[in-house]
């Protein structure tokens, strides 16, 4: 091939893969297989490592850089980042169209109504069609770069449709299945769990290592075009077409209406519906359509006259905090949680909420006995909003920071001064043993079946167990030490789990050890790349931060675990009775090839359960359904993807049938 014929085949490619994201992306249907796809991109890539001249920014390959190492600069708008006045309710918002009317002088007024999503506002350069900046809003004035963080978001194209020169405005944000599964995921690791996603999403943001962004699928919609009367458009109904056009995503229920009466019927409707969407929203933006009417109405001091947030009311309820408990993590947190009189919001049952560290306690002066108002967060983790004091009778009780451990009486405190949270600080704490044996025994992990946490639990309060390898020293009179109860079923069945769980793959043990920061699909990458665990054991931060997906971060946890002499102990241990090699099960092939949307709760799986367990059966969780989703697989109250599963002819799943799919019985 000549030169200029490589050129044109690695552009040809490059059109072609950035035609596939599109699809699959943004417009949800993809025309092309992901095998397809992989072929073209390593095809690409290829021809760009062997021809790096000809690489460029827009490039698919070129989506994740390098790790900042002096944080992020700052980026001065061009154009100001205006914030948005707030409504709650019908009078208010009747108010906001009576004085548009007066001062437009008109009777009837045109509206763009809009989901107002709860993310990030985020603001996009695009230099002859090719992505140049990204960057938060800041104060509206400066804000960050965050370029390269954002181009890892797949749905961002990195090359517009159209080669302009353009401004865009939108939120980022964090879809709620993501935001479950790394919240599954956190507390499998040991570490706090985000608050909701729109914290979830500005904490990725703000990641300095862009591998750590990629890992987290954040999406974004866009709503906004600056400088708009550059591109010959005159409401927003037309920037919003112009943007999806050009290639961008946008939030597909926003709805033009007319008139103040059908903005209230979008705002009801959203309120009773907003519970199916996969992303967050906390109530709706209106718009006045025309263009020319905005100019008029122009701007206060700190938002557009012509928009206003018509918010959603926050779904709260007071009730009575009965006591305080202290839960001791895997890695020794002592984390106090309130038990709450059981209250029901926004369709669930609300029992106990987290109160994350005694400063929270203390900021937000909570007492055992008081009144307290519960919200969701993000409409899903249950949080304390603020005690009520004037309910107080004088007979509530302060919650006082423990000064042992409640479950093994040792010692407590911080491990560095720096730290909020406290610890139980005794090794050999049976909670933080129980916790880490669960989790080695976990279907990620050792898979290690009939071992529930009741079990785990007596055979570590009778010291039978003192760490993860005395599973496998454990001999079947111990067990029938235990006394009365044990039957000799669950003895053979303990012996069998305990025999075959010798033989999982390294992925399974790496998951069970518990290292900070690795999930079951770190602990897949490490183990395809290193192939044993002595390799592993062995490698250094810049080995590791070779893996895709791997920062450095994480890299340094790795690492600074496999320094620990008792790890290493328990390790060599454990190496005289299980696979340290990797290898892939034979027999998960029951999903191969298949792409399963899972919707609604799931009663024997976390998320990242059945993220894995579709995986070890060759089969691909995805996150929105189209018309290439084999399968649904529908919990309890499912979301909008069961209805678009429906409309689709996508085959829909229970539990049970999954199950059957999995075990081949179907
Ligand atoms: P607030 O943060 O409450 O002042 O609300 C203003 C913010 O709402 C804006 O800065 C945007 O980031 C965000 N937002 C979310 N959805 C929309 C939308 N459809 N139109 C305009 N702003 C939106
Ligand atoms: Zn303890």
Known sequence: MSMEEIKTEIENLRKKLNLHSYEYYVLNSPSMSDDEYDNLYRKLKKLEEKYPEYISSDSPTQ???DKLSNGFNEVIHKERLYSLDNTYSEEEIKAFDSKVKKDLSKNDIEYFCELKIDGLSISLEYENGILKTASTRGDGFRGEDVTSNVRTIKSIPLKLRSPLTIEIRGEVFLPKSEFLMINDERDEEGLNPFANPRNAAAGTLRQLDPKEVRKRNLDAFFYQIVNQNNYDLHSQEESINFLKKIGMKTEPNSEKVNGVNEVIEFWKKWANEKNQLNYAIDGTVIKINDFSYQLELGYTIKSPRWAIAFKFPAEQKETLLKNAVFQVGRLGTITPVADLEPVRIAGTTVKRAVMHNFDYIKEKDLRIGDTVLIEKAGEIIPQIVKSIKEKRTGDEKIIIQPDECPICKGKVGKEKPE????????????????????????RGAMDIEGLGEKFIQRMCRAELLKSPVDLYKITENDLYS??????????????????????MPLHNLLTGLGIPGVG???????????????????????????????????AKNIVDFFSNPQVLKEIEEIKKFVNTE???????????????????????YTRTEIKNIIQENGGEMSSSVSKNTDYILAGKNPGSKYNKGLSLGVKILSEKDFEKIINNDL
């Open 482 to 503: 235990l006394g009365s109860g044990i039957a000799e079923k669950t003895v053979k069945n303990y012996m069998k789990e305990i025999e075959k769980s010798k033989n």
């Open 520 to 554: 079951s699909k770190t602990a897949r990458d490490i183990a395809i790349h290193f192939k044993t665990l002595q390799q592993v054991e062995a490698a250094t931060i810049n080995d590791l931060t070779d893996i895709t997906g791997i920062g450095s971060e994480i």
């Open 582 to 604: 990797e290898f892939f099960e034979e027999s998960g092939t029951a999903l191969k090839g298949k792409k399963i949307v899972v919707t609604g709760t799931l009663d024997n």
């Open 63 to 65: 989506r994740v850089g």
């Open 419 to 442: 730290d909020i949270a406290i610890k139980c600080l005794n090794p050999v704490c049976p909670a933080k043993i129980e916790k880490r044996i669960i989790l080695f025994v976990s």
